[in-house]
């Protein structure tokens, strides 16, 4: 156990559904990710929230919607999704000291597949 | 923006062999750069990273790494791999300074089968 988890570790959904994926960190991080992997292509960073605010948006398409209610939870919430959207969705969570100290810790992902 | 080109989709090996994963980056600028290992079932950890100071730096499981930054380069290597080794192998970057680190750009993957 990395001590990020998310949740549910499996979906699927139509495209005109409405689902959230929730990602919970229990190691006192302030740093907060969403990185998306999809099938023969790099992991792709999306979203990055320190101390709560996003402070990265990598173009990403607005029918994708990240949530930071507190340094522990965050979600991102799915609404209207296409077919090229199936992919591994991973959390990550880092303490951000601007050192050499930091190291991303991934949770193990949630696999999203839109019909 | 930076980019990270990992050479080989698939490498197989037998235990014993010698391992190299090649890992190049393209950015002008200083980097900070990372190989992190997923194993089957596992979620993605850090292998090793380098920051700053001797270019070749050691991690778990008795992996190194180069960075030859003429190359802009990454290598990874270990002397005799094992059938535990098996796993995708991604190398990433980041730009050094501020906060940036989190914000890792990676490679598409190797993966590494060890047969025993």
């Known amino acids: 156990e990395t001590g990020v988890t998310q949740t549910p570790r499996h979906l699927v959904m139509g495209m005109t559904n409405k689902k959230s994926l929730k990602c919970e960190q229990h190691?006192?991080?302030?740093?907060m990710y969403w990185y998306k992997q999809s099938a023969k292509k790099p992991l792709e960073l999306m979203f990055v929230y320190s101390l709560e605010e996003r402070v990265e948006n990598n173009s990403v398409p607005s029918r994708f919607s990240p949530e930071c209610p507190n340094s522990s939870h965050l979600f991102l919430h799915l609404h209207t999704l296409q077919p090229e959207d199936s992919a591994l969705y991973l959390c990550?969570?880092?303490?951000?000291?601007?050192?050499?100290?930091?190291?991303?810790?991934f949770g193990s992902g949630t696999q999203l597949s839109v019909l | 923006a930076q980019s990270v080109s990992q050479h080989n989709h698939h490498v197989i090996l037998s235990e014993a062999a010698s391992l190299e994963l090649g890992c190049n980056y393209s950015?002008?600028?200083?980097?900070?750069l990372f190989w992190y290992v997923q194993y089957p079932g596992q979620h993605l950890q850090l292998l090793l990273k380098?920051?700053?100071?001797?270019?070749l730096v050691k991690g778990i499981k008795g992996f190194e790494a180069e960075f030859i930054k003429s190359k802009f380069s990454f290598n990874l290597r270990k002397p005799s791999v094992q059938w535990s080794d098996t796993a995708e192998y991604f190398c990433?970057?980041?730009?050094?300074?501020?906060?940036?680190?989190?914000?890792?750009?990676f490679g598409q993957g190797t993966i590494l089968t060890v047969h025993p």
């Open positions: 990550a969570s880092s303490q951000v000291v601007g050192g050499p100290n930091e190291k991303l810790f």
């Open positions: 380098y920051f700053s100071g001797d270019p």
């Open positions: 950015y002008g600028g200083t980097v900070n």
């Open positions: 990433a970057v980041t730009k050094a300074g501020g906060t940036s680190y989190g914000k890792l750009t």
């Open positions: 190691l006192g991080h302030n740093a």
